[in-house]
């Protein structure tokens, strides 16, 4: 591994402030970058866009215009836009690092999220797109990679519309089969319509939701073609072996979120956080706020054992409103960003983990590869 970071010819090279220290991750749509900000001493992620910007002046200004737009948002649950510009001949996007693991490698390793896990993050997201969709952006790109889980719990959201500065259907399918924005969170009239709203974030929501719990995607195919018609035509399947055993809030929460038809579908953010209190209560009544994986029988371990401090966190506080108001008048930092708790980060701080709280449940190992 060390090997291979010491061949990057990225890693050394300075993006305005920013040295690239080391690979975090390649997605859809470039590269991240550990970086280090001298000026302000201190770590940040560095994300490099493809080349296929390079000489396209309207792409380019157009995620110019979605990287500033982005840089406005201050939120407890977004990692935050830091710098945009252009070294090397390649675009940057400056941003908070994250220390942590995203949604999709924490499912890869888990297979599966606890409903109470899976709510809780969904609502965080929703909080975070709360924010957004005040302020008049759009995410465009929801889906467990682009949700951060810090190290002491709390949970991001990034690429905050970036996805528009590339992801339109028709982008998406030219670039050589590899497809930015992932079909399968792709609201159908993402696809099919270029007049989208704020309902395609609360559909792709929706089926992170269903994907945290089921621990695979709703949509197959052996092409992109082939998965967005699925999304188009197909009902989101709602398997017995996962839903039978959990209340219907949370199937019927699923459901108003990913309607095919926007018109159907849960109109705004306040809406999801309703429907999300209401599934979160039904798994409380049920007694399913254990945060331990369900087993192949649907039986879990006693909660007392496996009680998670996000766990007590309550949908029920008002919804964040836009940027000027002062955090504890928002209620997001007293409700949604409390730590996960006994989250496996992939490497171990050097750092001593901070100490449960009471009544928490002790750190899980993470399993043995
Ligand atoms: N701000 C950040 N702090 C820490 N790690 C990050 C940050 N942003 C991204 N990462 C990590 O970098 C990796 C690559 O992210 P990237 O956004 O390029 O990929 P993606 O989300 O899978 O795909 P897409 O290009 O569609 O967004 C991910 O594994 C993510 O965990
Ligand atoms: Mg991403």
């Not at 407890?76 to 693991?101: A, C, F, K």
């Not at 810090?150 to 998406?172: E, I, M, Q």
């Not at 049920?286 to 909660?303: I, K, M, N």
């Not at 409390?338 to 009471?358: C, D, R």
């Amino acid at each position: 591994m060390a090997q291979a970071q010491s061949t990057d010819p990225i890693i050394g090279q300075t993006f305005g402030n920013v040295v690239a220290k080391s690979l975090l991750g390649r997605g859809g749509m470039g590269a991240v970058y550990l970086g280090y900000h001298a000026g302000m001493d201190m770590k940040v992620a560095v994300k490099l866009l493809p080349d296929l910007f390079v000489g396209r002046a309207e792409l380019v200004e157009r995620f110019l215009r979605e990287a500033r737009l982005s840089g406005r948002l201050q939120h407890p649950n977004i990692v935050r836009t830091l710098d945009v510009g252009q070294s090397h001949g390649v675009y940057y996007l400056v941003m908070e690092y994250v220390e942590g693991v995203d949604a999709q490698k924490l499912l890869d390793r888990e297979k599966r999220f606890t409903p109470m896990r899976a709510v809780n993050i969904a609502g965080f997201v929703a909080r975070a797109l709360g924010e957004a969709h005040e302020q008049e952006i759009m995410h465009r790109d929801i889906k467990p990679a682009n949700i951060l889980i810090a190290r002491d719990g709390k949970v991001k959201v990034t690429d905050f519309g970036l996805a528009r500065s590339l992801n339109n259907t028709a982008t998406a399918l030219t670039l050589s089969n590899q497809v930015v924005g992932t079909p399968n969170y792709m609201a159908p009239e993402q696809i099919k319509t270029t007049t989208v709203d704020m309902r395609v974030d609360i559909y792709a929501l929706g089926v992170t939701l269903w994907q945290f719990l089921t621990g695979v995607l709703p949509f197959e195919g052996e092409t992109p073609m082939a998965v967005l018609l699925n999304v188009v035509n197909e009902p989101l399947p709602m398997p017995e072996g996962t839903f039978g055993a959990l209340p219907k809030e949370l199937r019927e929460a699923i459901v108003a979120m990913t309607a095919k038809d926007p018109r159907r579908r849960l109109p705004n953010i306040a809406a999801v956080l309703a429907v999300l209190k209401k599934a979160r209560d039904a798994l409380l009544h049920a007694g399913l706020d254990s945060t331990a994986p369900l087993t192949a029988a649907g039986t879990r371990p006693p909660v007392a054992e496996t009680r998670d401090p996000v766990s007590a966190a309550s949908f029920a506080a008002p919804i964040p409103t836009t940027g000027n108001k002062p955090a504890a008048q928002r209620g997001d930092h007293t409700t949604f960003t409390k730590p996960l708790g006994g989250v496996p980060m992939p490497k171990p701080a050097a750092a001593k983990p901070a100490a449960p709280k009471p009544g928490s449940a002790p750190p899980r190992k993470p399993p043995a590869r």
